[in-house]
């Protein structure tokens, strides 16, 4: 994503939302086409120039066109993560900039539902030093790393590669009891 980045200013992280975000949209195209395919099949299986068949072909490629715009809207959306601010891009034809600069957020927190959990993405919190209104971002691949990465500029320790290690098994063998 093109931006207009201030001189001293560095990009550390830049990313799209989550390939999940496809899968509605996907689903919704494959069981909408096969859909509109078996019932123009069903309705006039031996002529193709049925209007029935004009009407299934013509759902389908809505259903297509459908997936294809959620494929657009996730390459038009990105987050920008830099040592003095965080961008947020939305849309294709209309723009939605967000600029959140870094010296007024307090905190970072994450919320990752089970299925987040599974796939690898979640929402990462941004808080505000003061007041109300917290940003969310949504679908951020490995948001731990992110929200870590956050975490790290925010207090101005810039590590490379700022990733949660969770530790190693800290469980000894429980004693033995004799009874």
Do not use: Q
């Not at 001293?8 to 992280?13: F, G, I, K, S, W």
């Not at 927190?109 to 209104?133: I, N």
Request: glycine content about 10%; overall charge positive.
């Amino acid at each position: 994503m093109k931006l207009p980045l201030r001189e001293d200013e560095t990009v550390l992280v830049e990313m799209r939302p989550h390939w999940s975000i496809l899968v509605r949209p996907l689903t919704t195209a494959v069981i909408g086409t096969s859909l509109a395919l078996a019932a123009g099949f069903l309705w006039s299986p031996e002529r193709g120039d049925d209007p029935v068949d004009l009407a299934a072909g013509v759902l389908a490629g809505w259903f297509v066109l459908r997936f294809l715009l959620g494929v657009l809207r996730r390459r038009g959306t990105a987050v920008v993560l830099t040592d003095r601010r965080l961008i947020s891009r939305s849309g294709l034809i209309g723009r939605s900039v967000t600029v959140v600069p870094l010296d007024k957020v307090g905190g970072v927190s994450l919320r990752r539902p089970f299925a987040g959990r599974l796939l690898g993405y979640g929402t990462v919190v941004l808080h505000p030093l003061w007041g109300e209104g917290e940003s969310l971002l949504h679908r951020i691949p490995r948001p731990g790393r992110f929200a870590a990465r956050v975490a790290d500029v925010l207090a101005g320790s810039m590590t490379e590669a700022p990733v949660y290690e969770p530790p190693e098994d800290d469980t000894e063998p429980l004693p033995r009891v004799i009874v």
